[in-house]
């Protein structure tokens, strides 16, 4: 049933660190760009940010460039996301996805066919 599954989230105070880790038991990995997005009430799912297949090519939303930092294991079949400097309007459930297409490096929500169950991150004073 659940193949990805993320971990890391909890309440923490305007300022603080989080770390997320997905782990990808559902079959292929090293060869499919993984990515982070984040869903706030009555909004819709948005992109956070992308690793591809290699690692060597890195995306992120503007509004956590600078505070996030996305990277990858592929011996361990995990991709992390480190946040720095949170904000109140970080507040949001975190998902990780596989992307759909082999070697392929997007942004969108669409080109992502794998999704894990998310991780509720609340950033609050």
């Known amino acids: 049933q659940v193949q990805l599954v993320e971990s890391g989230g909890g309440l923490v105070q305007p300022g603080d660190s989080l770390r997320l880790s997905c782990a990808d038991s559902?079959?292929?990995?090293?060869?499919?760009?993984m990515g982070w997005f984040r869903q706030a009430p009555g909004k819709d799912r948005a992109f956070v940010a992308v690793?591809?297949?290699?690692?060597?090519?890195?995306y992120y939303a503007d509004s956590v460039k600078g505070r996030f930092t996305i990277s990858r294991d592929n011996a361990k079949n995990t991709v992390y996301l480190q946040m720095n400097s949170l904000k109140p309007e970080d507040t949001a459930v975190y998902y990780c996805?596989?992307?759909?297409?082999?070697?392929?490096?997007?942004?969108?929500?669409?080109?992502?066919?794998?999704w894990g169950q998310g991780t509720q991150v609340t950033v609050s004073s």
């Open positions: 996805a596989r992307h759909i297409r082999y070697r392929r490096t997007t942004s969108s929500s669409g080109d992502f066919g794998s």
């Open positions: 559902g079959g292929p990995f090293d060869n499919y760009a």
């Open positions: 690793i591809s297949w290699s690692g060597r090519s890195i």
